[in-house]
């Protein structure tokens, strides 16, 4: 069974701040992770994948197999960053390839001024 | 291009009355996903479905829910006979392919049954 956890419910800082968003997960093959963001009143928007490698906005993602995470990490915050924060892992589904996203159930961070 | 298209944003529904949520993928794309969030959770895949197929739908309810993706027109989750627990959040996605490149959401219909 594929799961992913996001232990922070809440998470405040303040601008300049550096910032850690936890996501932990479990999946017996080789899993695709993705960070998804949701600014207010906005659509859900894929913010990182692991498989890229790329640095979005400030943010850097690295997977680590060895404590299955995948931790969002920023070193100054910014107020604009405030939002709510997905992780999600992608898995293999019936259909026979890795098209079922399992979701975290979400950090949402507020960046103080 | 538009991005994916959800309506009705908002939708109220009776205990006991149909609801009928549309999908309309990004141009280009011929993957598209269902997914439910309840308050309080994150995002629960429904359904997978490409032209005219339902590739996976393991999570969708057993009874009174549905989707479609015809070959013409947007894709359709057809809940019937609503009850106060199908209160929630449903997004839409489409991909081009794999979900190597991440799916895009549409801005979800929020369902609220009265």
């Known amino acids: 069974a594929q799961r992913v956890t996001q232990p922070e419910k809440l998470l405040s800082v303040f601008k300049g701040a550096p910032v850690e968003l936890k996501c932990n997960y479990s999946?017996?093959?080789?899993?695709?992770l993705f960070w998804y963001v949701q600014y207010s009143r906005q659509r859900l928007q894929l913010l990182l994948r692991?498989?890229s490698r790329e640095s979005i906005k400030g943010f850097t993602a690295d997977l680590n197999k060895g404590e299955t995470s995948f931790h969002l990490k920023k070193p100054f915050a910014q107020e604009e960053d405030s939002a709510m924060y997905y992780c999600?892992?992608?898995?293999?589904?019936?259909?026979?390839?890795?098209?079922?996203?399992?979701f975290g159930k979400g950090t949402l961070l507020t960046v103080n001024p | 291009n538009a991005g994916v298209m959800q309506n009705p944003r908002h939708l109220v529904r009776r205990r006991g009355q149909e609801a009928r949520l549309r999908c309309s993928p990004m141009k280009g794309h011929s993957h598209v996903y269902w997914y439910r969030q309840l308050p309080e959770e994150g995002l629960k895949f429904m359904v997978y479905?490409?032209?005219?197929?339902?590739?996976?739908e393991s999570g969708m309810p057993k009874e009174r829910f549905s989707a479609e993706f015809p070959k013409e027109g947007p894709s359709i989750l057809r809940i019937q006979q609503v009850v106060r627990g199908d209160s929630a959040a449903y997004f839409c996605?489409?991909?081009?392919?794999?979900?190597?490149?991440?799916?895009?959401f549409g801005s979800g219909t929020r369902l609220t049954v009265v």
């Open positions: 479905l490409q032209k005219e197929n339902i590739i996976d």
């Open positions: 999946y017996s093959g080789s899993p695709e």
């Open positions: 996605a489409s991909s081009p392919g794999t979900v190597g490149y991440g799916y895009t």
């Open positions: 692991h498989i």
């Open positions: 999600a892992l992608s898995g293999l589904g019936s259909g026979g390839s890795n098209y079922k996203l399992t």
